[in-house]
């Protein structure tokens, strides 16, 4: 009897391991979102992707509403192209917009969908055209880098022209002075002298 209860606790956690690693697997590959609805395809054109992979998540408002097909490169525009599945009960207007986004700081990217106000909605083999791509990181980092020796720079470039101008106003105004200086010892020597 006990060895029986055993085996089937054994049993039990063999299963419940295989079903983790499966789960685990599934999430690696981007594969839990699957989904057998019908969809319709939408391209849209980056300056730049990112890490953006297939089979990564579109969303409005934080819903997922459809997968990436296929990340290619346009040879006639030098830009990328992106291929997204949206699932049909998810209608969007042909002005809509859409943007890479981040899951956190350094999470999975995904395209975000922004509705837009057209009548007409997207259907089989439209293109979004108003994108916005991946922001980078290291480009920001880069700029933020650029940026700030730049400022220095200008700051340095302000000072000593300011030292210059400074030094510059200062100089005529102490020969100015040194005239009514000696007018003024002129005068005491004067005034001392008829004492004796």
Request: hydrophobic share 45%; no cysteine.
């Amino acid at each position: 009897m006990k060895k029986n209860s055993l085996d089937f606790l054994v049993g039990v956690f063999v299963l419940i391991g295989f079903a983790a690693l499966l789960f685990l697997a599934l999430k690696v590959g981007n594969m839990s979102g699957l989904s057998f609805q019908p969809t319709y395809a939408v391209k849209m054109r980056f300056d730049n992707v990112g890490g953006l992979k297939a089979r990564a998540p579109v969303k409005s408002a934080g819903v997922v509403v459809g997968r990436v097909t296929s990340v290619g490169f346009d040879d006639n525009a030098y830009q990328a192209l992106v291929t997204v599945s949206i699932d049909k009960q998810f209608q969007f207007p042909k002005d809509s917009s859409a943007k890479i986004q981040t899951s956190g700081l350094l999470g999975e990217q995904y395209i975000g969908l922004e509705p837009g106000g057209d009548d007409k909605m997207l259907a089989n083999g439209d293109t979004i055209t108003m994108t916005q791509s991946a922001l980078v990181l290291e480009n920001l980092i880069g700029q933020f880098l650029y940026g700030k020796a730049a400022d220095m720079g200008a700051a340095n470039n302000g000072a000593s022209a300011a030292g210059a101008g400074t030094g510059a106003a200062a100089t005529p105004a102490a020969p100015a002075a040194n005239p009514a200086l000696a007018g003024a010892a002129s005068g005491t020597a004067g005034a001392s002298a008829p004492t004796p």
